[in-house]
């Protein structure tokens, strides 16, 4: 336990509030004293104030008012109930008789009470009195003044004769308001001289005491009256019968009052640690601070996600008291079958965990809550994640922040360069204050987010894509020191290996081959569903197969033996499983057994549409696949739904590959053309070669493979091919996409065929005509001549390549010439005929 003292001692009233923990208090009050009387012949001291001791019992936030009494003065009394003394009047003498004014009560009683229901009193003490005489020699005859009397713990005091003063001003006893009496003055005529005396003021008290008494006494000596005064009674002690009276202390307070307060209170607990220990479990613990502490128990609160503070639905909201030191409880989903479940009060997946503990007793005396740090369970993974390709060395992820935690997005690749799949390698870490974050927020739920990577530039992770490889790609939500989401795969395969796909748009199960149990096809879903930040509504295609029991449908997929890479993806959300063993399923038979793919249990209940992929092992792809979604019932009604369901290959995302080389042309023909070039592209099995064509700049056909002969081209035409190759990527639901490497190109011209079958049809003294057959589909024909026995041919006439006949003329006479017919293209020309 721990002790706190506090002490009072301004004159005056104060405000006290009890502390948290505060179980009781220990008050001592000390009341004021009365004041000396006045007078010329003869005084008495006032007496003391008593002290009172007591203890309450409280709770934290009690409020209560605290006094302190002032000490009496001459004639006055002090604050808080203390008398005064009457003055004298009327009467002349050299030092005027005054009574002392009694002290004031030191007390605490609850705020706004008055003194009579104060529970701890002290009280003051009563006034002194005073006498004076005129003639000295008279002084041996006048009788002395009673000292003071202090109040004690069960009634206040009263002065001798107070009680039945007769005197005009004397008080009439006991005050029940707690403020002292006021004490009478007398004055006495005698013939040989005047005396006068004034009695003191009682002590404030939970009983106020009496005045003091100023009579008339016989001086049997002298035969002559004087007056004799006595002093103020005290007040009274006062502890309630609530509060326990300490032993009776015999301490008395000379001057001012004082109150002195000393808290008990409960220590409270310390080391209190939530610990994860799995998404449907997180365990808490705590010391209590002093074993000396004996509460009636302990009391338990969660906060999830920042809803605020309320008692735990899935553990115990107390924890009773056994005089250990130290104490833990598990916490876990609520059990409530059939029903919507208490979210906030709940653990479960996604959300971040506090926990708060303090001290109780059955009175409602309670510690300051000591709370636990922050623990988060497993994240929701990213909804709906994608790649766009705005070109060949630029990727786009899109996806839906999906998480109530979500902070980053963590990418994973793996890459193939021609060998097979390398391990998962970290990527990036996104998170909001990236440069390459082009909309959406990382850490916000339900943004729609969109980051963008360039092939070769490095992240985060120090690495960058490359060129010539393909990637597979698969995030998760990134949570820092916390257990990260599932992963989803980038896109779902692609048009022609999605082997399965129905959200069941048709309103009922026709696209699966068997339905069991509970399964309905609806498109609202039970209100079981509402709790925490679910939807009613189906995710997709306006309806959703729901199972308020066991049930499943089951798909045939057929034979899955020769593929690789098969994912699931399915969209789900539970409600309701009210212990560990219940949960939603998703089985994959592989030939010969189901097996279990996923199961998402009581921990995932209220969290709404979530989408979940599973990789299917190798070693299950067999003859006879067949997948179900379905809930294996544990007991009770409970409920869980799915919508869209995929099963697919997964997209291989390629890169620019790597340029052809050696590239051979040849004119196998006439209008052909034969090439032949080396390709280079790391992943064979998805390569696309081409020998492009160009004429003149513009391509004319694709050829396919490394090497084709090019027929039905035009003669003696000039052609470029460039090689190259490109892995197609048939995207599902989409248009494919090419992504065309570079290539060196090369030049040919094709052969021109010469004309045939010429003749010398006729021939005059200077002229001939001659004939012959064009073979050429291009270009023109030229005629040319020379002299047979010297010179150079000497071109007579170009035609239009159809015209097979033309006259020779000017020649000279019996002179001997050679005639020849050549085709001829702007890039080539034949040899003579």
């Known amino acids: 336990m721990g002790t706190t003292t506090t002490t009072y001692t301004t004159v005056g009233q104060h405000s006290w509030t009890a502390p948290a923990g505060a179980y009781q208090i220990e008050v001592e ?158 004055e006495e005529k005698e013939a040989f001289g005047n005396c006068a005396g004034s009695a003191g003021g009682g002590g404030g008290g939970h009983d106020g005491g009496g005045g003091g008494n100023a009579a008339s006494d016989a001086d049997t000596v002298n035969d002559q009256n004087v007056v004799a005064v006595t002093g103020g009674g005290g007040g009274s002690a006062h502890v309630d019968s609530s509060g326990t009276v300490q032993t009776p202390s015999t301490a008395t307070n000379s001057g001012d009052g004082y109150v002195e307060v000393t808290v008990y209170t409960l220590e409270g607990v310390t080391n209190v640690t939530a610990t994860y220990d799995a998404d449907d479990q997180i365990t808490l613990s705590w010391d209590k601070a002093d074993t000396n502490d004996s509460p009636d128990d302990y009391e338990i609160q969660i906060n999830r996600d920042g809803a605020g503070w309320v008692s735990p639905a899935g553990g115990p909201a107390t924890v009773a008291e056994d005089g250990s030191s130290s104490y833990s409880a598990t916490y876990t989903p609520e059990s409530s079958a059939g029903s919507a479940i208490d979210y906030d009060g709940s653990v479960g997946m996604d959300s971040a965990f506090e926990f708060r503990v303090r001290m109780a007793t059955d009175d409602g005396t309670t510690t300051d809550w000591v709370s636990s740090d922050t623990v988060l369970t497993t994240a929701t993974p990213p909804y709906g994640l994608s790649v766009t390709r705005p070109d060949v060395g630029t990727f786009r992820f899109h996806y839906t922040v999906q998480s109530d935690l979500a902070t980053n997005l963590r990418l994973e690749y793996r890459e193939d360069t021609g060998s097979g799949y390398g391990a998962w390698t970290w990527f990036d870490t996104v998170s909001a204050s990236e440069s390459h974050l082009i909309s959406g927020s990382p850490d916000t739920k339900d943004s729609d987010v969109t980051i963008e990577y360039t092939v070769g530039t490095s992240y985060q992770a120090g690495v960058a894509l490359q060129h010539d490889a393909r990637y597979q790609f698969r995030a998760e939500t990134d949570i820092p020191s916390n257990p990260n989401s599932a992963d989803v795969y980038a896109d779902y395969g692609n048009r022609f290996n999605v082997y399965f796909d129905d959200d069941f748009a048709s309103g009922d199960a026709s696209a699966w081959d068997a339905t069991s149990g509970s399964a309905t096809v609806t498109d609202t879903l039970d209100s079981v569903f509402v709790a925490g930040d679910s939807a009613r509504t189906p995710e997709t295609g306006g309806f959703a197969v729901e199972m308020g029991g066991a049930g499943y449908v089951e798909k045939s997929l057929g034979d899955l033996s020769g593929q690789s890479d098969v994912h699931v993806r399915v969209t789900v959300q539970t409600a309701s499983n009210d212990n560990s063993s219940e949960r939603g399923d998703l089985w994959w038979y ?68 790597a340029a052809p080389t050696g590239l051979t042309l040849e004119t196998t023909g006439e209008g052909e053309i034969t090439y032949s070039f080396t390709d280079n592209m790391a992943i064979q099995e998805a390569s696309r070669p081409f020998g492009d064509l160009y004429l003149d700049g513009t391509l004319q056909s694709k050829n396919g493979g490394t090497s084709n002969t090019i027929t039905g081209l035009t003669d003696g035409e000039e052609y470029m091919i460039e090689p190259r190759v490109a892995p197609i990527q048939p995207r599902y639901g989409s248009t494919d996409v090419f992504w065309n490497s570079t290539g060196a190109t090369s030049t040919i011209v094709t052969i021109l ?32 001549f020379k002299q047979s026995d010297a010179g150079s041919w000497t071109t007579f006439s170009t035609l239009a390549r159809n015209t097979e006949t033309e006259t020779v003329a000017n020649l000279l006479h019996g002179e001997l010439y050679d005639t020849r017919v050549v085709a001829q293209t702007e890039h080539t020309t034949t040899e003579d005929n």
């Open 590 to 657: 592989d030939g010969s057994t189901w097996q279990t793919l996923r199961q998402w249990g009581w921990e995932y209940d209220g969290q709404g549409w979530m989408e979940y992929h599973a990789a299917v092992p190798a070693s299950y792809l067999a003859i006879d696949n067949r997948i179900r979604v379905g809930r294996d019932e544990g007991g009770g009604v409970d409920y869980v739904a799915f919508d869209r369901v995929i099963v697919s290959d997964n997209l291989h995302e390629y890169t620019r590959p």
């Open 29 to 186: 009050a000390g009341g004021a004293a009365g004041s000396v009387g006045q007078g010329g012949y003869e005084t008495s001291a006032g007496g003391d104030g008593d002290v009172t001791k007591g203890q309450l019992s409280i709770t934290n936030g009690d409020q209560f008012d605290i006094y302190v009494g002032d000490a009496g003065s001459v004639g006055s009394g002090g604050f808080n109930g203390g008398g005064g003394a009457e003055d004298l009047s009327g009467s002349t003498y050299d030092t005027p008789p005054i009574g002392g004014g009694g002290g004031g009560a030191s007390d605490i009683r609850p705020a706004g009470a008055t003194i009579s229901n104060a529970l701890i009193v002290g009280p003051g003490g009563g006034g002194g009195a005073g006498t004076s005489l005129s003639y000295t020699q008279n002084a041996d005859t006048a009788v002395s003044v009673g000292a003071v009397g202090t109040g004690d713990s069960s009634s206040a005091s009263v002065s001798s004769g107070n009680a039945s003063a007769t005197t005009s001003g004397a008080s009439a006893g006991v005050n029940a308001d707690g403020v002292g009496g006021t004490g009478v003055f007398r």
């Open 753 to 784: 065929p010469a004309p045939t079958n010429l003749a010398v049809d006729s021939v005059t003294i200077d002229s001939a005509t001659i004939s012959w057959t064009d073979n050429h589909d291009y270009g023109d024909t030229r005629v040319e």
